[in-house]
T-cell receptor, first 115, second 114 residues
Framework: AQSVAQPEDQVNVAEGNPLTVKCTYS??????LFWYVQYPNRGLQFLLK??????LVKGSYGFEAEFNKSQTSFHLKKPSALVSDSALYFC?????????????FGTGTRLTVIP | EAQVTQNPRYLITVTGKKLTVTCSQN?????MSWYRQDPGLGLRQIYY???????DKGDVPEGYKVSRKEKRNFPLILESPSPNQTSLYFC?????????????FGPGTRLTVL
């Protein structure tokens, strides 16, 4: 069975500093990994995904994520945080071919960027 | 504009009063899904549909029904709502149910059952 862990409920970072939001996963088959962001009173917006190939994936709004198979991690990163990055971030995984191709979400990490 | 819409956005109701939350997408997507979001639990899938007239249970289907009579619409039905169904609900769609397909989410419906 698949699972996703986001070990930090809350991450605080100063504006201009690099940020990292952590995600680890557990799957039976091959992992297909996604990051979504949720701004207040909005639905989830897709940021980036890892399917195969280069372990460093670049996405929207300057975010990137690094797939690490040995550590079963897919941490979200940004070199320089903006106040507007403050939001709720969700990591999600598809477990292929075991998981019926459905997305399984982590519990979310609230990022606060301090001016 | 490509989008997933949900109505209503906010709903307060009482226990036992049947309600329907509508979901519509204009992207001709085959796959649609409903999730509920609860603090500390993330998003959990309620039901999904791979195409018209094809639906299946997700992780938390109890107390919910869905239908998929048209490709664009995927309503969520609560026949007899209870307070434990108070939650934030999201509809999502993707081109197919492929492993690489990105899901697009609606704006959410905040439901309170008194």
């Amino acid at each position: 069975a698949q699972s996703v862990a986001q070990p930090e409920d809350q991450v605080n970072v100063a504006e201009g500093n690099p940020l990292t939001v952590k995600c680890t996963y557990s799957v039976s088959g091959n992992p297909y990994l996604f990051w979504y962001v949720q701004y207040p009173n909005r639905g989830l917006q897709f940021l980036l995904k890892y399917i195969t190939g280069d372990n460093l994936v670049k996405g929207s709004y300057g975010f990137e994520a690094e797939f690490n198979k040995s550590q079963t991690s897919f941490h979200l990163k940004k070199p320089s945080a903006l106040v507007s990055d403050s939001a709720l971030y969700f990591c999600a995984v598809r477990d292929f071919p075991s998981g019926a191709n459905n997305l399984f979400f982590g519990t979310g990490t609230r990022l606060t960027v301090i001016p | 504009e490509a989008q997933v819409t949900q109505n209503p956005r906010y709903l307060i109701t009482v226990t036992g009063k049947k309600l329907t939350v509508t979901c519509s997408q204009n992207m001709n997507h085959e796959y649609m899904s409903w999730y509920r979001q609860d603090p500390g639990l993330g998003l959990r899938q309620i039901y999904y549909s791979m195409n018209v007239e094809v639906t299946d249970k997700g992780d938390v289907p109890e107390g919910y029904k869905v239908s998929r009579k048209e490709k664009r619409n995927f309503p969520l039905i609560l026949e007899s709502p209870s307070p434990n169904q108070t939650s934030l609900y999201f509809c999502a769609s993707s081109q197919r149910q492929g492993v690489t397909d990105t899901q697009y989410f609606g704006p959410g419906t905040r439901l309170t059952v008194l």
